[in-house]
């Protein structure tokens, strides 16, 4: 397994370590915890994602969730943190991003 990949199965078992030690260690419980369908909990839990990684519309669920627990959003952060500096992504908003659009078609 590439490291990146080892990597990124590391991300999503920590996040079942975290839920577990939050004390929700039933499916339909961590489901609720992250803001997730069942099935894309179950998903996470079971680290079985197709990309190996969170995609950025669960991560967007999870942290807009008031009932995710803290050390699931640290670890979130930190996954979010180190893909963009991995891609060089720079921090803009959608209204920067927009502004740049409508600079360029001018």
Known sequence: MPRNEQNRTIGLQQI??????????????????????????????????????????????????PDAPPSVRAIIAKYLAERSEAFGAPQTTKEEQTVHRADYKN
């Open 16 to 65: 079942r370590e975290a839920l577990i030690k939050s004390g929700y260690s039933k499916l339909d419980q961590q489901a609720k915890a992250l803001g997730v369908r069942r099935s894309t909990a179950w998903t996470i839990v079971k680290a079985k994602h197709k990309l190996g990684r969170l995609n950025a519309k669960t991560t967007k669920c999870i942290l807009a969730n």
